[in-house]
């Protein structure tokens, strides 16, 4: 027997949820705490993620490891693709054994036996520099990848020059390789920005629906699919990622503006045969 959807209309009622009315506020409403909270987290968790791993420490990977002989850096760049490689439970398995809140955990080996302080709770007393790190760690690869193919695509000549110059490795790093890195780093900004965004995966497997990092993308997924934590709520979901898309467009309309990426896609003035 066929089954039929019959919409009558469209509703705010979810999107309530998120803003209350003030009449007092300049613009006549206010969020509630726990949708601020969850925007909060989630802006706190793009930022650090994006700006110290994604971005910075994938650019220090490519860096250390073209300097290095061929076989050297590819043993290296081989070793930082393993946790991108790996399946994603295996990958948080890992982590769950590294911060153990007991004696058993690998973090706290170290820490009570070499260092002679007391266990760690990573879990409990820092959640969102843990899932900032365990999640730096897979996009630090990504931009390794990328930002090691641009390096080595900068004409060989360019650093016989600045060599017979006298220049010296940082000056080389400053003059020659960064500012060829432009397009690559921004391509990595706006991709990994959005990619961020929308990412539950890891903070789910390793942290579970705790409140500490319950950031956009997580309170989408646990109101509609995660079992037991409160699937169910479609529409709720729904209007969060809506919210998330708006937030998404505003955001690559402004890093692609900001980058002046535009400059990137022109066809050249001049042709070289």
Request: glycine share 6%; aromatic share 10%; no cysteine.
């Amino acid at each position: 027997m066929a089954q039929t959807l019959n919409v009558s209309g469209l509703t705010n009622m979810q999107f309530r949820k998120f803003f209350k009315p003030v009449e007092d506020s300049m613009l006549g409403f206010e969020l509630r705490r726990s949708f601020l909270k969850a925007l909060t987290l989630t802006a706190t968790y793009v930022v650090l993620t994006l700006v110290i791993f994604n971005t910075t420490f994938g650019l220090v990977l490519a860096l250390t490891t073209t300097a290095l002989s061929e076989r050297v850096g590819s043993f290296f760049r081989a070793i930082w693709l393993l946790p991108r490689m790996s399946p994603s439970v295996v990958y948080a398995l890992l982590w769950s054994w590294t911060i153990d809140p007991t004696e058993r955990g690998l973090l706290n080996q170290v820490a009570i036996n070499i260092f002679g302080i007391g266990p760690i709770n990573m879990k409990l007393h820092h959640p969102m520099m843990l899932i900032v790190i365990s999640n730096g760690f897979i996009g630090a690869s990504l931009g390794m990848i990328i930002l090691t193919s641009a390096i080595r695509s900068i004409p060989k000549h360019l650093f016989y020059a600045a060599q017979a110059d006298g220049a010296g490795p940082l000056s080389i790093t400053w003059h020659i390789i960064l500012p060829a890195l432009r397009w690559p780093l921004s391509y990595i900004t706006i991709f990994q920005t959005l990619a961020l965004l929308v990412s539950f995966e890891y903070i789910f497997l390793i942290m579970g629906p705790a409140r500490s990092t319950m950031t956009m993308a997580m309170l989408a997924y646990t109101k509609t699919l995660a079992p037991g934590v409160g699937a169910g709520l479609y529409a709720y979901g729904a209007a969060i990622t809506m919210i998330l898309i708006v937030i998404g467009i505003f955001l690559a309309l402004l890093l692609w503006r900001l980058s002046n990426m535009q400059r990137l896609i022109t066809e050249p003035r001049i042709e070289v045969q």
